[in-house]
């Protein structure tokens, strides 16, 4: 664990020494600062008119988190490749590598640390986003407990991207390559539930399943259900295996 | 303290090792001298654990390095031939970050720094303790590099290249630092520089195509190789007169004029094996009334040696006779 937490740190202080982190987070922070802003002025107008038929009151946690959960989400397809791309690639192309494969480590210490480090700026990086939720909590009365739900969500969802971002990196040398691809292998898990569309409901059951966004929503909407848990927590673990296989297979190589 | 035994790597269909065998003793310092390509790299990373071999074994201080490999890595140091820095950290903060990851679990922090210190101390970095990985010179690269290697006080240290890219200041530092490590460690270095070579190794083992063509003292090969020893000799003198005279001293087999400067006259005289012709060749020279301006052995450099085992020409071997 210690040697997780080392490698965890170096990792992070990597991060914070380019402008890697500077860059993601205040690309994340922006934004979202932008959708916050737009659901806000769409939610008092119809909140105000609403209010001029008499009739009842918007809810802050339906209407105004949970759509902004679902485009903060999307935005991490663009945003997490940029975490991932470098955490082997770059190790491979400036040598550094050598140097953690020859060194008293066993892989899955170099790979949870690898893990937990970009997994750290990804809390860094939703951290500066509780700034607009702040607002919420001080300009209006909403529940905590959905958005806490949301927030637990895109931890989870981010932790799987990141998991498959690290598999990613492992396979090139180039980071331009790997955040590229890291990009197309998102994507691509995300709009797998539409291309089930034309095989009959069996088919699209399975691929909406395995569709990676389709289990956020009701995270957003602030349930938390054991089925969208389990599919997260397996599909990090998979990651993980697979980055593990990965680092054995390309030793293997040289 | 090291032992490979049989060790090979193929990529596919290339062999870039081939059932290699060496032993290196305790304090000791073995040379890999091969030129580019013939597999020192390869060797150095199976036996650092960095990848496994596709035959054969590697044993370093007692353990297996693909059995036990955490073990062995513990009593490794390895210097790449690009020395694995990262370059966002300084110096200080890339060796302490080595030392958390290398050193056994019980040590102190406190104790940590104090490694580092002493370790920087050692390879003369300290005056670039806070400068950025990526903003030194390639010698000190080089010597961080060293420090990294050292830092745990392995009992093996694998240099690959230590002085490649170095200027020469930097190369005789280098291999005084080395030196100064043998004893306490045991090196394996490899270089495609020979002077290195007979200046810090004890014993060499010189690859060509991945696999090993000689293993011995660096006297012994250049004993070995050089055949009838030969002489060199300057005479101050005309080179006809000299040449003839030198010719009639006995034991003396041929002689080649080699150079000449003015009156002296210089000539390579091939003797016969096990006589030494050096007392009668000079009395001679004297005799005459000639002035002997030099009379030294001639050595056959280590890059002969290197030339003449790792060039490839055919060796002309015995034809054997085909049976009827």
């Known amino acids: 664990m210690r040697n997780v937490m080392a490698i965890a740190g170096k990792e992070l202080r990597g991060y914070f020494a380019s402008p890697i982190a500077y860059v993601v987070m205040g690309f994340f922070a922006l934004l979202f600062g932008m959708f916050f802003n737009a659901y806000l002025g769409a939610f008092m107008q119809q909140s105000m008119q609403m209010a001029g038929f008499g009739g009842g009151s918007m809810n802050v946690n339906m209407n105004l988190v949970r759509p902004l959960f679902g485009n903060a989400s999307v935005v991490l397809l663009f945003v997490i490749p940029m975490i991932t791309m470098r955490t082997y690639s770059e190790e491979k192309r400036s040598g550094t590598i050598e140097l953690l494969l020859t060194s008293p480590l066993t892989d899955a210490e170099i790979i949870l640390g690898k893990f937990l480090g970009a997994l750290g700026l990804y809390l860094a990086m939703l951290a500066v986003t509780l700034l607009y939720m702040a607002i919420l909590f001080w300009a209006g009365n909403p529940d905590w407990k959905p958005i806490a739900a949301g927030y637990l969500g895109l931890f989870l969802m981010g932790a799987s991207f990141i998991a498959v971002g690290l598999l990613i990196s492992n396979l090139t040398k180039n980071q331009i390559v790997a955040g590229t691809a890291t990009f197309g292998v998102f994507l691509l898990l995300w709009v797998v539930s539409w291309i089930g569309e034309g095989f009959g409901p069996r088919v699209q059951a399975v691929l909406s399943y395995l569709s990676i966004i389709e289990h956020f929503d009701d995270f957003a909407k602030g349930v938390i259900d054991t089925k969208h848990l389990v599919y997260y927590l397996s599909f990090i673990t998979f990651g993980l295996f697979l980055t593990a296989k990965s680092v054995d297979s390309e030793r293997w190589r040289g | ?292 301006l030099e009379l030294r052995p001639l050595r056959i450099s280590l890059e002969d040696i290197f030339l003449e085992l790792t060039t490839d020409e055919p060796r002309q071997e015995p034809e054997v006779p085909a049976d009827a």
């Open chain 2, 1 to 292: 303290m090291i032992e490979v035994q049989h060790l090979s790597k193929r990529y596919g269909r290339v062999t870039a090792v081939d059932d290699i065998s060496f032993k290196v003793e305790r304090g000791e310092i073995l040379g890999f001298l091969g030129p580019n390509g013939a597999g020192k790299t390869t060797t150095m990373r199976m036996l650092t654990g960095y990848m496994p071999p596709t035959d054969g074994r590697a044993i370093v201080a007692g353990f297996d390095v693909f059995d036990q490999p955490i073990e062995a890595k513990r009593r490794t140091g390895y210097l790449p031939e690009t020395p694995p820095l990262y370059t966002e950290m300084t110096v200080r903060e890339y060796l302490q970050f080595v030392a958390r990851i290398k050193l056994p679990k019980g040590v102190s922090s406190a104790d940590r720094k104090a490694r580092v210190d002493q370790v920087m101390q050692k390879t003369w970095i300290a005056d670039m303790a806070d400068r950025h990985c990526g903003k030194l010179s390639k010698g000190y690269r080089q010597r961080v590099g060293l420090a990294q290697a050292i830092i745990h006080n392995p009992e093996v240290l694998v240099l690959d290249e230590p002085t490649a890219g170095l200027d020469p200041k930097q190369i005789i530092e280098t291999r005084e630092l080395i030196r100064s490590l043998a004893g306490d460690h045991t090196i394996v270095l490899s270089t495609h520089i020979l002077p290195e070579v007979s200046q810090t190794c004890q014993r060499v083992v010189i690859i060509n195509k991945g696999r090993v063509v000689a293993i011995d003292t660096p006297a012994n090969l250049t004993a070995q190789l050089r055949g009838s020893s030969g002489l060199y000799v300057q005479v101050d003198a005309f080179e006809g007169d000299a040449a003839a005279m030198l010719a009639r001293v006995p034991g003396v087999l041929k002689v080649t004029p080699a150079d000449r400067q003015g009156s002296a006259a210089g000539f390579e005289i091939d003797v016969e094996a096990g006589r030494d012709v050096r007392r009668d060749l000079s009395r001679e020279v004297v005799g005459s009334g000639w002035g002997l």
